[in-house]
């Protein structure tokens, strides 16, 4: 019998429910992954709750930038007390697609005590896919902060980037319902 090790077992669970009709969707679209197994969120999210909280294998996951479904299953299992402010940080300037941005922001770095810190960073950032993340976290962070991320948010539509255009005017739109 072959013993495999923890990321192995996964790429085999990838594998498993792989959906090659997803997969040449994505890889049509353009997104530069060398390995697209095709998973949609809730096979990811399903795969995840099999798997322990890990730092260590949340960042082989996070390291494997040649599999889509790698980096979107490693912020789910990435223990938040463990990750400092500094390496929140990086994991936000590494995401390499919106997709992967979105989940980061939604299930892990919104539940950091720093996350807006981080956020108003990023914000200023000359990346595009970094502001981008910028904006998607605060958009998590936004019904308890509406007045703090107002002034943001409304710079960022100012500078008129089409990548962070349609985020922020959503999370304008989103401000004034709240704040009115």
């Not at 019998?1 to 192995?8: A, G, K, L, P, S």
Request: with cysteine; aromatic share 8%; net charge negative.
């Amino acid at each position: 019998m072959t013993d495999f090790n923890q990321i192995q077992q996964i790429k085999r669970r990838f594998f498993a429910m792989r959906n090659g009709v997803v997969a040449d969707t994505i890889r049509r679209g353009g997104l530069q992954y060398n390995m697209v197994f095709g998973l949609n969120l809730p096979q990811i999210v399903e795969i995840a709750k099999d798997l322990p909280l890990s730092g260590d294998l949340a960042e082989e996951l996070w390291a494997d930038r040649r599999t889509r479904e790698s980096m979107l299953l490693a912020p789910m299992i990435y223990p938040p007390e463990l990750l400092t402010k500094t390496r929140a940080a990086e994991m936000l300037r590494e995401a390499c697609t919106i997709e992967v941005c979105d989940i980061l922001c939604h299930r892990l770095l919104r539940n950091l005590p720093f996350a807006m810190d981080i956020a108003v960073d990023a914000s200023a950032s000359s990346s595009d896919m970094e502001r981008y993340g910028a904006f998607r976290l605060m958009f998590n962070l936004l019904y308890s902060r509406p007045d703090e991320i107002k002034p943001f948010v409304e710079a960022e539509i100012e500078s008129n980037h089409p990548l962070t255009q349609p985020l922020c005017r959503a999370m304008l739109e989103e401000i004034s319902f709240i704040l009115d």
